[in-house]
């Protein structure tokens, strides 16, 4: 085989070699960005409760309010920010539904207020934000965390617990 003939055939290797890699290339970021959305961002929100003797007739009430990030982009809480409200219900309530946005609010936070350099949620990262309230002996709670993640979504998470 002469000298130029190989070389022919070497340039028509790399350049199909070229061409399938942009081919491959463009298919992994449309499946990247437009199939799986990896820049979309993925928040879950948890809120759970504990409680210990703190005296007698009193508990302290402990509120854990856990976002996590199980997306692949870090995501910053919106304008109205990571608001837990704690609201009381009645023990005298009668059978039937309770409106639980109806009862009166006992304690309203905007976590954001602890962070003044800000609250990123990094991706893969699940948190742990931990309110404490000393709190009545036998009361009951409905407990509402609200993490806001900007262009007008939001998600909430709400728990109900009695200290006993």
Known sequence: MDLQKARDWADLLLKSISVLALILGGGWAYYQFSITDTTASNIQLFVSTEYQPYSDDSRLLLIHVKPENIGKVSVEPGKDGFVVIVRSIAPNAG??????????????????????????????????????????????????ATLDLGDDTEMDHTVVARTE
């Open 95 to 144: 059978p039937g539904v309770l409106d639980l946005e109806k009862m009166p609010e006992v304690y309203k936070v905007n976590l954001m207020e602890r962070f003044p350099k800000g609250y990123e949620l990094e991706p893969g990262v699940k948190y742990d934000e931990v309110l404490a309230l000393v709190v009545p002996k036998g009361s009951m709670y409905a407990i509402k």
